[in-house]
């Protein structure tokens, strides 16, 4: 498969699921995972997301900025894995009221914005890595 099939593949994955395996470290350098909702897709090099501010998964990706996010398809045994940085900005991009039964408006949620650096895919059994 050319690049450009394999990320319209982790695109098209990635559009199958409305949230994604978040991955980060905690203090003691253990790895975390954590699923969010994503709340809007620019292709394949920027997700965003919302929660909490004061989650420990803000406070885990304030402290190391690396992560990644983890999509999978059970019918052929096929996933996408994006590693890339994290960044909190205000909530201002979403009213997350209309995503969750909140009222009024949670201001201590905050969003979440993850820029890809690097795309693996594995589909039929091949792993691909695609620098972004």
Do not use: W
């Amino acid at each position: 498969m050319s690049n450009e099939e394999v990320l319209k593949y982790a695109e098209e994955l990635i559009n199958k699921n409305q949230y994604a395996i978040v991955g980060t470290v905690n203090k003691e350098k253990f790895p975390n995972i954590r699923a969010l909702k994503i709340m809007k897709m620019d292709q394949l090099k920027t997700l965003y997301f919302s929660t909490k501010k004061t989650s420990e998964k803000v406070k885990q990706m304030k402290r190391n900025k690396k992560g990644c996010l983890f999509f999978y398809d059970t019918s052929n045994y096929s996933s996408v894995m994006l590693e890339g940085t994290f960044e909190i900005k205000d909530n201002v991009l979403f009213d997350v009221s209309t995503f969750f039964d909140l009222h009024p408006e949670p201001y201590d949620f905050c969003n979440i914005i993850f820029t890809t650096k690097k795309v693996y895919v594995y589909l039929k059994y091949k792993g691909y890595e695609i620098k972004l």
